[in-house]
């Protein structure tokens, strides 16, 4: 995720305030303003001195910002950089920064050379697009490619310890997490988002499956659903495959009667997963929809994802693996 930064000279109270609630990591000002940002909430604050500015107007301004990322000082390019300046100045090192005036700049300084730069600084002139720039950088880990499964077998398969997810977001219907017995073959497991006459609807909270299961994480990782803990980041992903993160607010593990579902692709990749035997517990259907464990039947449909196996600590590695 990328580091966000607002830059707040002259001070404005209303801007850093929407700043804070948007989310930003660190509040750039004036140094006689730092205590103004420091009694609005708990934040980074940065004085100006803290870091290089530059406007690229010339190739010696260039040069210039090299010399100062070779003396590990943090760089921040004034707004009006072009893309080749700045691809020049990420192969020096790291530390570098650039102003954004606007969603779409934000968006180019985050994709220069695949990687970005290190961390935006938005400017004032921003101030309107500032939470979408925040949701794109921070929140959204991109698109996954999902693709239907059709369901197997559902099996019941006795009492085993289940994690429920909660998390410090409302989902919406279609959303919620990717699980399964294998990292190579991950089931969309729905948030409790649908209400029935029995239980209200609680769409902050994924019911995951047994403590065992692989959840797939922010960063290309995966956790066993048991390593999750209050202020975790997981990974939210919908039936279009769009993403984004929630935070963990806490994890409750119960035993619970569990059922074994197994699903197999059309192009013959196979998988199962362990969730609690009980009409709350959803799957996706591949237009969307939610379906209870309870109604599911061989030959239904289910989104999923498949993946290459091998991990290691939830690291992607090249290993000869078989999970089940």
Partial sequence: MKKIFVSAIPFDKHFVTL????????????????????HLAKVDVFPTDSFSFFSLKAKDDEKKAADALAKKRSVILREGWEVIPVENLLAQGEGLGVEVDSYDRAILAAGILERGVDFIVVTPKAAADL?????????????LDLETAKV???EPAGLGHRVCVDTLSLLKS????????SSAFTALVHAETEKNEYVAARPFRVNAGAVHAYAV?????????EELSSGSQVLIVDASGKTSVATVGRVKVEVR??????AKTTSGAEGRIFLQNAETIRMVRPDGS???VVDLK?????LVRTDAAGRHFGMRIQEEIKEG
């Fill in 298 to 302: 061989p030959g239904d449909e289910i």
């Fill in 152 to 154: 197997t077998a559902v």
């Fill in 290 to 292: 939610p379906v209870s």
């Fill in 19 to 38: 700043a804070l609630e948007s989310g930003v990591d660190g509040v750039i000002v004036d140094a006689k303003d730092t205590d103004k940002v420091k």
């Fill in 257 to 262: 009667p569990m059922l074994l579902v197994s």
């Fill in 174 to 181: 279609g959303q919620g997490m990717l699980v399964g017995n």
């Fill in 217 to 225: 994480m922010p960063g290309d990782k995966t956790n066993y659903l």
């Fill in 131 to 143: 939470k979408p720039i925040v949701a794109e950088l921070k929140l959204s880990q991109g698109i």
